[in-house]
C-alpha cells in the first residue's frame, strides 16, 4: 500500500521525513533540503499535510505543506501529488509544488510565488 509515513528522499537530494497518519489521513513531519538547493540558509522545516484513505485507493493522491525556517525570509510551499505503486511494490511520489515568498507590499506581490 501507498502510506506516506517514513522517510522520503527527491531525485535532488531532499528528505522528508512522515509521522503516521492519524485516523483522518493527516499526517506532520519535517523536511529536510537538499544540497541542490544550494541555499545554506535552509534549516529543517515542519511540514503537515493529508492523504487519501488508502482502503478506498490504493494508489492515494495527498497534500503538504512546509514552511520553511529560514534566517533572513520566509517562505511557504504546497506540494499536491498521487503516490504511485508499481509492479515490484516500489512506491514514488509524483508531486507539483508551489511556492509562496514574503512580499514587502503588495507592490511586490507578481513576484512572491514561483
Known amino acids: ?3 506516506l509515513s517514513g522517510p522520503w528522499r527527491s531525485d535532488t537530494g531532499c528528505r522528508m521525513v512522515v ?5 483522518d489521513n493527516r499526517f506532520s ?3 529536510l533540503p537538499g544540497p541542490a538547493t544550494g541555499d545554506p540558509e535552509l534549516l529543517t522545516s515542519p511540514l503537515e499535510g493529508s ?13 503538504f505543506t512546509v514552511n520553511w525556517r529560514l534566517r533572513e525570509t520566509a517562505w511557504t510551499t504546497v506540494f ?3 503516490c504511485y505503486v508499481d509492479a515490484n511494490g516500489k512506491e514514488t511520489l509524483h508531486a507539483l509544488w508551489l511556492q509562496r515568498e514574503v512580499a514587502d ?5 507578481w ?3 514561483r
Request: hydrophobic share 25%.
Open 19 to 23: 509521522s503516521t497518519l492519524d485516523k
Open 80 to 82: 499536491v501529488g498521487q
Open 1 to 3: 500500500q501507498c502510506l
Open 111 to 113: 513576484k512572491a510565488t
Open 51 to 63: 492523504q487519501q484513505d488508502t482502503r478506498l485507493v490504493p494508489q492515494p493522491t495527498f497534500y
Open 105 to 109: 507590499s503588495p507592490a511586490e506581490d
Open 29 to 31: 513531519g519535517f523536511y
